[in-house]
């Protein structure tokens, strides 16, 4: 009878052994968009993920919603309804897709048109 023994090492970053540390654990990771990766750890790496994994779960979590005031300079506010309709739009951007898709018109045609 044959056996076939796995024999998984480490996949953390160079040990201070400089030698490759047999994996006592597998995790699965994933990082951001990234998906996700088996990795096989030795307990050492397996502790430094551990810390890791506790300052994500403790850290400054990603603002829901982005504030967007900043790096935006401030100038007259546009008028952000339609001229012809009188459809508000949130921005220019979406009052310019307003007027192209319902009227067939760039805001540009319309800021000309007096
Ligand atoms: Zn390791
Ligand atoms: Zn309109």
């Known amino acids: 009878m044959k056996r076939v023994r796995v024999e998984a090492y480490c996949d953390g970053p160079p040990h201070a052994s400089d030698e490759e540390e ?40 990603p603002e829901a919603a982005p504030k967007r005031r900043r790096g935006r300079p401030k100038g007259p506010a546009l008028p952000t309804y339609c001229p012809i309709c009188g ?22 045609d319309l800021d000309t048109e007096e």
Do not use: F
């Open 22 to 61: 047999p994996a006592v654990v597998e995790r699965t990771m994933t990082i951001d968009d990234a998906g996700p990766a088996v990795l096989d750890l030795c307990a050492s790496c397996d502790q430094a993920l551990g810390y890791w994994r506790s300052l994500v779960e403790s850290g400054p979590k």
């Open 87 to 108: 459809h508000e739009s949130p921005t220019r951007s979406a009052l310019g897709q307003h007027t192209r898709s319902r009227h067939e018109k760039g805001l540009l």
